[in-house]
C-alpha cells in the first residue's frame, strides 16, 4: 500500500497486560514459524494455501531485493509473473501484443534555456525560477497572478473561483512554536484550503536566491520519475525578485486578493526514457460473445520500496515496531517509554535465542505489500484458466506497478487502457491480504481508537461508494459459499484521516465511475519494514481471500447486466476526497 502523504499517527499506547505477554507470545510464534526460506512443488489449478507459499517466497525472495519501481528487480519481479501468466494461457493484453505495459519512467531535467516572460521582462530558469510537471507541460499564456497571502494560512480562504485558472502567489509560511503539523493536516481547515486551490497554479515564493541544491537537482534529477501521458500546468518555485515582479510591487506590501500582472512561459524538459517499471496485464476472454468484449478487472500492484544501504538487526526491529509502533509506518516515529525499553529488550532478547543470535537485514521484501496479493491473483487465474466453464463476460489481470510511489501503474492502465475503458464494469483490488491476526493493530477508528484483526478479519472499501448493487454482491458471495468472513468497513468512514480508500490502486478506477471494492487484512507492526517476510504470512486467509476475490469475479462476470452505478461519480482529474 503506498504509505500517507505524511505519516500519522493514530496508535494508542499498549495495554499493560497484552505488552508484557508479546515477548512470551511472539517467542512461541517464532519457534513455530514457517521457514526463512522454501522452494515448493509446481503450482496446480486449485487455490491452495501450499501454492500460496510456493509462490510468495520466489516473489518476496531476497534475491530481488524489494522490487521497487524503477530498479532492475521491479523489472525481474515482473517478469517472474509473465512467465507464470504466458503458461497458464491467458491472452497478453499488454503493448504491441505483450503482456508488459510500459511506464512512462523518465530521468526529467529542467531545460535551462527555459523563460518566463512577465510584463516585457525575461526571467530564466535556474537562476530566477524552477519548474516541474509530472505531465506534459501546458504552458502559461497571459495567466494572471492573484496574490493569496502566507501559505497554509487557513483563515480567510480565497474563493476557489477567484484563483481558477490563475497563478497564485504564496509568501512563505510560519510556523509558530508548538506547531503539530499531523493535527493541522487532518484539520477542517487544511482540507478547506487545499479544495480552495483546486484549479490554481500554485507558486510559493522562495529566499532571494535558488539553493544550489535545489537548482543541482532540477537541471540534473538524481532519481526517475513517472510522466502522466495527459497535459497539466506546470509548477513553478520562485525567486523575490520573479515575485515582485508579477504582483508589480513589493510583496511585502500586497493585500491578499488582490491581482497582479500577466505570466507567460516557454518551459521545456529534457526526458531521458528508463524503461525499469511495467504493468503486467493478461486477459481471460469471456465465454459469452455478446459479453465477452466487457471486463471484470482484479488487481495488485507488483512493486515494494527497495532496500537499505544500512543493514539493520532484524529481530530488534520486529520487537521495536510490535511495541511501540504498532502500525509500522503508518504510526510516526516516537521515541519509546522506559516501559516499552524493558519490553523491546526482553522480546529481542526471545526472538534472538530461537534464531541464534542477531540477524543483519536491509531488505525490504514486502510479503504482504504487496506480494500476498500479487501471488493472490496468481492463484485466482490459474484457477480460473483451468476451470472447464468460463465466466461469460472477459476477466483482465492487471498487476499495477508503482503503487508506492504515488499509484503510478494504475495511473497509466486507467489513463491507456488495453480494453476501452467504459468496458470494464468492475474492480477487485488486494493489497495486504496476509495479516489480520487478532495481535495486529490494523487501523485506526474514528473515535480515536484502534482496530484488530481476528478470525475471518477482512476489511473492505469503497464496495458501495459508487455501487449499492456490488457491496451487497460481495456480502451474499461470503455468506452463499460459506467463507466465513467477518467484514470490517471502519476504514473505509467517509473522513477517515489515515485516507485508505485513496492510498492504492483501485481509486484510479473508481475516478473514471468504474465501481470497486478494496480487500486489505490492514496494517501491522511489519508494514514497510524489513520484518515483512513470507515467514509471517498468513497462508490460510490469503488463500480465503483469494476465493472471495474468484467468487465474486465470476458472479459480477456472469450477471445478466452490468453492475449498477448508483452514487455520485467522482472528477476523474480532482483530488481524491475519502
Not at 491467458?90 to 512577465?118: C, H, V, W, Y
Not at 515564493?205 to 539553493?211: C, D, F, I, K, Q
Not at 508579477?246 to 500586497?254: F, I, P, Q
Request: with cysteine; net charge neutral; charged share 20%.
Amino acid at each position: 500500500m503506498t504509505p500517507a502523504p505524511i505519516l500519522r499517527s493514530f496508535a494508542r499506547v499498549v495495554a499493560v497486560v497484552l505488552v508484557a505477554a508479546l515477548p512470551v507470545l511472539l517467542s512461541a510464534q517464532a519457534t513455530k514459524s514457517l521457514p526463512l526460506k522454501y522452494s515448493g512443488p509446481p503450482t496446480k489449478a486449485p487455490i491452495t494455501r501450499e501454492d500460496l507459499m510456493t509462490r510468495l517466497y520466489v516473489y518476496a525472495d531476497d534475491s530481488l531485493m524489494g522490487r521497487q519501481v524503477g530498479t532492475e528487480y521491479n523489472v525481474r519481479a515482473t517478469a517472474y509473473i509473465e512467465r507464470e501468466v504466458r503458461r497458464l494461457g491467458l491472452k497478453p493484453g499488454g503493448d504491441n501484443g505483450t503482456f508488459f505495459q510500459e511506464l512512462p519512467l523518465m530521468l526529467r531535467a529542467l531545460d535551462t534555456t527555459s523563460t518566463l516572460t512577465i510584463d516585457g521582462q525575461t526571467f530564466v530558469a535556474g537562476r530566477d525560477f524552477l519548474a516541474r510537471a509530472s505531465t506534459r507541460p501546458q504552458q502559461l499564456q497571459n495567466v494572471e497572478v492573484i496574490y493569496g497571502g502566507m501559505a497554509l494560512d487557513t483563515m480567510n480562504i480565497l474563493a476557489n473561483a477567484a484563483v481558477r485558472g490563475k497563478i497564485v502567489l504564496l509568501s512563505p509560511a510560519q510556523f509558530g512554536p508548538g506547531f503539530d503539523q499531523i493535527k493541522f493536516v487532518a484539520s477542517n481547515g487544511y482540507q478547506a484550503y487545499v479544495a480552495s486551490l483546486q484549479g490554481a497554479i500554485v507558486v510559493a515564493v522562495g529566499a532571494e536566491a535558488l539553493s544550489p541544491n535545489a537548482v543541482r537537482n532540477a537541471v540534473s534529477p538524481p532519481t526517475t520519475t513517472f510522466v502522466r501521458t495527459i497535459e497539466a500546468p506546470i509548477l513553478l518555485g520562485i525567486t523575490r525578485r520573479v515575485a515582485d515582479a508579477m504582483l508589480g510591487m513589493s510583496v511585502d506590501n500586497a493585500t491578499k486578493g488582490m491581482t497582479g500582472r500577466r505570466v507567460s512561459s516557454d518551459v521545456r524538459f529534457i526526458d531521458t526514457p528508463r524503461p525499469l517499471g511495467r504493468n503486467v496485464v493478461a486477459i481471460l476472454e469471456g465465454s459469452d460473445p455478446k459479453l465477452r468484449g466487457q471486463y471484470v478487472a482484479v488487481g495488485a500492484h507488483n512493486d515494494h520500496v527497495g532496500f537499505s544501504r544500512r543493514a539493520v538487526d532484524h529481530d530488534s526491529v520486529k520487537a521495536f515496531m510490535q511495541i511501540v509502533r504498532p502500525q509500522g509506518a503508518d504510526n510516526a516515529p516516537t521515541e519509546p517509554t522506559p516501559e516499552q525499553l524493558v519490553q523491546v529488550r526482553a522480546l529481542t532478547d526471545s526472538l534472538r535465542a530461537v534464531h541464534g543470535g542477531a540477524r543483519l537485514d536491509s531488505i525490504f521484501n514486502g510479503a504482504d505489500d504487496d506480494g500476498s496479493g500479487t501471488v493472490a491473483v496468481l492463484e485466482v487465474a490459474e484457477a480460473m484458466a483451468a476451470a472447464r466453464v468460463k465466466p461469460k463476460r472477459s476477466v483482465i489481470f492487471v498487476w499495477h506497478s508503482g503503487e508506492e510511489a504515488g499509484l503510478w501503474g494504475a495511473d497509466h492502465f486507467t489513463e491507456n487502457p488495453s480494453v476501452p475503458r467504459d468496458s470494464i464494469v468492475a474492480q477487485l483490488n488486494m493489497d495486504m491480504v496476509g495479516r489480520g491476526a487478532a495481535t495486529d493493530i490494523t487501523g485506526s477508528a474514528m473515535d480515536g481508537g484502534t482496530l484488530h484483526g481476528g478470525a475471518g478479519y477482512l476489511q473492505l472499501v469503497g464496495s458501495r461508494r459508487l455501487s449499492t448493487e456490488l457491496g451487497d454482491l460481495i456480502e451474499k458471495v461470503n455468506k452463499d459459499k460459506q467463507l466465513g468472513f467477518t467484514f470490517d468497513y471502519g476504514i473505509d468512514t467517509n473522513g477517515h484521516p489515515q485516507n485508505i480508500y485513496c492510498r492504492s490502486d483501485h481509486y484510479m478506477y473508481a475516478r473514471w465511475g468504474i465501481p470497486v471494492t478494496f480487500m486489505t487484512t490492514g496494517g501491522h507492526a511489519d508494514y514497510h519494514q524489513v520484518t515483512d517476510e513470507p515467514q509471517y504470512i498468513d497462508y490460510a486467509r490469503v488463500r480465503s481471500v483469494s476465493l472471495l476475490v474468484m467468487e465474486s469475479a465470476m458472479t459480477v462476470a456472469n450477471l445478466d447486466h452490468r453492475i449498477v452505478v448508483d452514487k455520485p461519480k467522482p472528477d476523474p482529474r480532482g483530488q481524491c476526497v475519502q
